[in-house]
């Protein structure tokens, strides 16, 4: 297991580039199973969720190409169901979340999917009902085996019809689109998830032949179509990268340049740090944050405490909440943090108050935060990664702390950010990589 060791209070200066988005990249890519022609996609991330995903698409018998350093080809002339069936293959699903979308393409194409209990990050339910009502609702059967932990849809006569959605799941709306478009009739899916991310894959699927309409709303139709054909697609930046960096910079009291971050499609991200009192300029497509010694929360016009809480889109993404809740403890004034979705993912928090943050937990959902105003610095400690996103927190904890922190189980930030201690160091920071040695 490796590990970082982290030495605090460096700044940071220059210019760094968003890698491409791991949410779209695994939508993306397990949509090539939709045709049997060549499908391209530029600005792939190299990060170990991505990079597992596309070697379980090759060993389904998707031909993979890999041009240049970001680009992939595929091409799913046929799949192998022998290797489906396997042992191999339910454990290499188990190990990635991402892999639930494989059903919906599958469904739609071949009239049959297979998955087991999909893994990722262990913060919270992330229930699969979403996606498995709304096969039904097409007409396919489901089934689960509790024993082996493995699904089984299966549905030879497809239909359009339409569905409401319980949850604006992503990944349960970008699964039943991918089943919908090669399904007869018309499929409406109401109360759908409309992130970028969800209409890049729209946008992408109508170059292919689809006919889905009412992109970017929480309405989509889509008219199935016999077939789809090859396409050209390239991947947003990563908005979580995005996001992650504006907090980095603050908290670390640098001067960034963070390049060519698709500003339009960022939503609500930039005016919500805005209100933490970080400033930045947009320049072109480029976000310039200039080296800020104090920045300080805005309250409600009424006066009470700022409340940052997630919602569907266009809301604020839950993959941001950590940042924003360690940028919080530096700065001037006091925020109520809300994570509505899961109920695991604040409890990185008992590692920030070993650091001499003030933050008080309020329930598994809520916590408050009391800055420092970086009159106090946070203390190094050792501490492990539960996910990606609240690794990626402790980092910055880490990068702006007195002393030398050291963390654990950085595999799970590997999942989501691509070198990202090579990244960082050539701004400035001092990330060593080694083995865990204990």
Known sequence: ??????????????????????????????????????????????????LHLIELLGKMGVEVDHPSEDTYTFRARDLDFDYIRSEDYRRRCARLRGSVMLIGPMLARYGVGFISKPGGDKIGRRRLDTHFLGFRKLGAEFNFDAGEEFFTVEGKTLRGTYMLLDEASVTGTANLIMAAV????????????????????????????????????????????????????????????????IGMAAMTQSELTLKNVSYDDLGIIPAQFARMGIRFEQRGDDIYIPQQDHYSIETFIDGSIMTIADAPWPGLTPDLLSIFLVVATQAKGAVLIHQKMFESRLFFVDKLIDMGAQIILCDPHRATVIGHDHRIRLRATRMTSPDIRAGVALLIAAMSAEGRSTIQNIEQIDRGYKDIDGRLNALGARIVRMDDCR
């Open 1 to 50: 297991m490796a590990i970082f060791q982290v030495e605090g209070g460096r700044r940071l200066h220059g210019e760094i580039t968003p890698q491409g988005a791991k949410n779209e990249a695994l939508q993306i890519l397990c949509a090539t199973l939709l045709t049997p022609e060549r499908i391209s996609v530029r600005n792939v991330p190299q990060i170990l969720d991505v």
């Open 182 to 245: 090669l399904t007869p009739g018309t499929t409406t899916l109401y109360n759908a998830a409309c992130e970028p991310y969800i209409q890049q894959l729209c946008r992408m699927l109508n170059r292919m032949g689809a006919r889905i309409s009412g992109c970017a709303s929480n309405l989509l139709t889509i008219e199935g179509v016999e077939s789809l054909g090859g396409t050209e697609h390239t991947l947003l930046p990563d908005m979580i990268e995005v996001g992650s960096f």
